[in-house]
């Protein structure tokens, strides 16, 4: 565990250059899986949280943004979303946001760590929320890129919910145009794909803007967008990719009618007027975007750190 020496606080590992402290009130667990060390704490600002390889994934008072900014946009956007695959999103959080819409018949989930799986469910049922069982609901400890290159199945939407690209870590080659290669021919004709991608802070920039061209160097349409996490230390980045739709063109009166439509009544964050400020980017982040050429590939993945 990452503390300092009386333990009464969370030294959370934003990036090389900038830590955020946490005071503790509990360690509910520390250990180890096959893939990355794991933490539960409950800290005073952010209450529950759960930590991989130093860096906070969840909290209990701001995962719904995450959450709700990763999956909603795209399940919105699609028409009618049946079929869902989720890569990563080991705590449920994603899955149980995919699984609020009625017109989901399926939606399988590939996280490769079962042991942090297991662990959220027993430390923090509050992400799941059921999800996990769920009639429509299918997990399988596998690895998300491996299932997707075997499997002949198309879906509606595919939300990617990995941790960052961290050497030897169990994300980084989920990143690649490779992979993007893969999931655009896993999708549907009007399928979307939601991918979260790093960092929106003016220092923190390259993995967001990578992830951006690298996607658009395989999708027809791609549609960055940001909020701010607390427990990330920032603003959040995140892109939508498409052959055809683009979600940031939609208007927030489209928006609020289909969330009104699907009964979507008990959302915290995501609403018409979000969805416009979402993709409204400020210019520091647009001419990043526009000036980013570096494609991230197999051969030539990005690490945002060592372990």
Known sequence: M???PDRQWLRDKISEDFLQLHRLDEVLYEGRTRYQSV????TRDLGLCLVLDGKIQSSERDEHIYHEALVQPAMIAHPRPESVFIAGGGEGAALREVLRHKSVK??????????????????????SRGAFEDKRASLQHVDARGFLEKSGEKFDVIIIDLPDPIEKG????????EFYKITLDRLTEDGMMAVQAGSASPTELLNFSAVNITLKSVFPVVAPYTTY???????????????AIDPSRVSPAAIGRSIK?????ALRFYDSITHRNMFSLPRYIREALAGQQRIITDKKPLYLYGK
């Open 229 to 243: 996490m607390q427990s990330f230390g920032g603003p959040w980045g995140f892109c939508l990719a498409s052959r």
């Open 106 to 127: 399926k939606a399988v989930m590939a996280e490769i760590d079962d042991e942090v799986t297991a662990l959220s469910r027993k430390f923090l049922p509050f992400l």
């Open 170 to 177: 169990p994300a980084y080659l989920l990143f690649t145009q």
């Open 39 to 42: 933490l539960v704490v409950r």
């Open 261 to 265: 439509a699907r009964g979507l009544k």
């Open 2 to 4: 990452d503390t300092d």
